[in-house]
């Protein structure tokens, strides 16, 4: 490469953005920055007791700049008039109603406090009622089944089911909504300033996996299919859209006021979005038949595979199978849990309780306390996993089920409950916290033995996110239930980096996702390799939790949950 480009990454998570500058030769990151969201941060516009997830706008503008500036800053001199593209991710399926020129009706006076005129989080689980009927329906109107490319179970995490709560919920934002789109969608748009909601280029990523979009179907589920499912869906399919396009597709070039704002040079070249886990297996130098695990507060399980392999074959029971979703001319296949790191951010909940509200009370000052509870709250886990390592496997016969936040994979189910079970008067917190982490690698494993049911093969494993950076005991707890090993790469922000690896394919700096995934690649920073003797062993309480499973989907549909 005779002169020196680079390309942005933007990454927008469930709790603040990551944007990194990459250097396009080697992929090296010249500098990064990460900007919570202040709103989110204050624990607005949420209702967790009735899984109500809402995201303003504002928030991601907010710290989109916050973070692209803090970046520019921290990299050397002339960075900035070297970046020649960028290319976003976000977390979905994250929808919002928009007005005809494609702005959220949040960003307007009138609903700028309206939770439901707001994007609508992928861990929002509202829309069950909504997830459940369209199930029913897919299977008994006597048309095609559009849930079919979705795993044959469509989610109350996704988009119709999420917009179609909001309808019946709120009828001011109804009748003020004119579309709505996906976050990876609606962001790429206002970078590139459309004005204009027809204009608005479609993730294929988002679309297929979450949407029921198909080629097959000539776009999205028919009308006939939207309005039997309720009347107050007529008309929106015209308004959505018909095609998609893959991430390595521009969707035009940054605008002259986020140029301005941003001090960067003009003509650079904006890529078609996408979700986050999809980009993070390819900044994560992923390959046929090898699962990336995305591994944070939920986990995304990603796997693609040639479409020549897969044609005609429906994976059930899973998040989407997809061409293009991943990587262009090959069939992007997606699962995962709806909550990892959550349970064990859960369980420090429960613990700090006593803390955090029986230590004020006491004869230390505000400091020391303050002092204390901070120093108790941000060394709990690490105490926690050293300790519950010393624990035999099979000595403390606590069993837990990984449901607390419903199930994503195999076959969603949101209505589903977390267990904690074989608790006796010895069972101690590091016995507990065993407990769940193992009920964490059994979510993972279940969704291993889908895949290998329906005839797609796993041939290596490979993990990104927190978890999988700064969790050594859970890491090698995933491994031994899985019986495989597990790569971790050396980028601490590979959903960003596969980004930026999009971004360069788009600034026309590598002719194909593939050339620059092999320049760009970060390489691997350890290995987990299974241990010997656990496998057996895990097999044997494997067995226990598909009991306790079964039994609690039982009970759930004993007591009118979904079949």
């Not at 979510?443 to 996110?465: D, K």
Request: charged content about 20%; aromatic content about 8%.
């Amino acid at each position: 490469m005779s002169d020196q480009s680079y390309v942005c990454g933007v990454d927008f998570g469930t709790d603040s953005v990551r944007s990194v500058i990459i250097d396009a030769a080697d992929g090296a990151e010249v500098a990064g920055a990460v900007a919570p969201y202040p709103r989110w941060a204050q624990g607005l516009f949420c209702d967790a007791p009735r899984n109500m997830f809402r995201q303003h706008p504002l928030d991601y503008l907010e710290a989109f700049e916050t973070s692209i500036r803090e970046a520019i800053a921290r990299a050397p001199g002339g960075t900035a008039q070297r970046v020649r593209a960028m290319a976003v991710d976000t977390t979905g399926s994250t929808p919002a109603p928009v007005d005809a020129g494609g702005a959220p009706l949040a960003l307007s006076r009138e609903f700028a406090a309206n939770p439901n005129a707001m994007f609508v989080l992928w861990k929002d689980h509202t829309a069950v009622r909504e997830a459940g009927e369209i199930n029913a329906l897919a299977r008994s109107w006597g048309g095609t089944d559009f849930t079919k490319y979705e795993g044959g179970v469509y989610s109350s995490e996704w988009f119709w089911a999420k917009i179609l709560h909001v309808l019946r919920e709120d009828a001011a934002v109804r009748e003020a909504a004119v579309s709505w789109v996906e976050h990876c969608d609606w962001f790429t748009a206002a970078l590139t300033g459309v004005t204009d909601v027809r204009r608005i280029k479609r993730s294929r990523c988002a679309a297929g996996h979450k949407a029921m979009w198909h080629e097959s179907f000539q776009g999205l589920p028919a009308e006939e299919f939207l309005v039997r499912l309720d009347p107050l869906l007529a008309g929106l399919r015209g308004r959505l859209y018909r095609e998609t396009l893959t991430s390595d597709q521009s969707a035009g070039v940054l605008s002259a006021d986020w140029t301005a704002l941003l001090g960067l040079s003009s003509g650079v070249r904006v890529g078609v979005g996408a979700f986050d886990a999809h980009m993070g297996a390819v900044g994560g130098g992923i390959t046929p038949y090898t699962m990336t695990k995305i591994m944070g507060t939920s986990t995304c399980d990603v796997i693609v595979a040639p479409l020549e392999e897969l044609r005609g074959k429906l994976i059930r029971g899973i998040c989407g199978q997809v061409d293009g979703s991943v990587i262009p001319g090959m069939l992007g296949m997606e699962a995962g849990q709806s909550a990892f790191g959550d349970i064990y951010a859960w369980f420090k909940s429960v613990l700090m309780w006593p803390v955090d509200n029986v230590l004020g009370g006491t004869v230390v000052d505000a400091a020391t306390r303050e002092r204390l509870v901070a120093d108790a709250g941000e060394r709990l886990l690490d105490v926690l996993a050293g300790q519950a390592e010393r624990v035999p496997l099979e000595e403390s016969g606590v069993l837990a089920l990984d449901w607390m936040n419903g199930r994503r994979t195999p076959d969603a189910n949101q209505m589903l409950k977390g267990a904690i079970a074989g608790l006796n008067l010895g069972s101690d917190a590091p016995r507990i916290f065993r407990a769940l982490v193992e009920a964490t690698a059994f979510g993972a494993r279940a969704i291993q033995e889908r895949f290998r049911r329906e005839g797609v093969p796993i041939r290596g494993v490979i993990a990104l996110g927190g978890v999988a950076k700064k969790a050594p005991f859970i890491m090698q707890t995933v491994a031994n239930v899985m019986n495989v090993p597990i790569r971790v790469p050396r980028s601490e922000q590979t959903c960003a980096l596969g980004a930026a690896m999009f971004a360069a394919v788009v600034a026309g700096i590598y002719p194909t996702l593939p050339a620059a995934m092999k320049a760009m690649e970060s390489g691997w920073e350890r290995e987990y390799t299974p241990e010997p003797g656990a496998a057996g062993v895990y097999d044997r309480i494997y067995a226990r939790y598909q009991g306790l499973a079964n039994f609690v989907e039982a009970e759930t549909v004993s007591a009118g949950g979904p079949p």
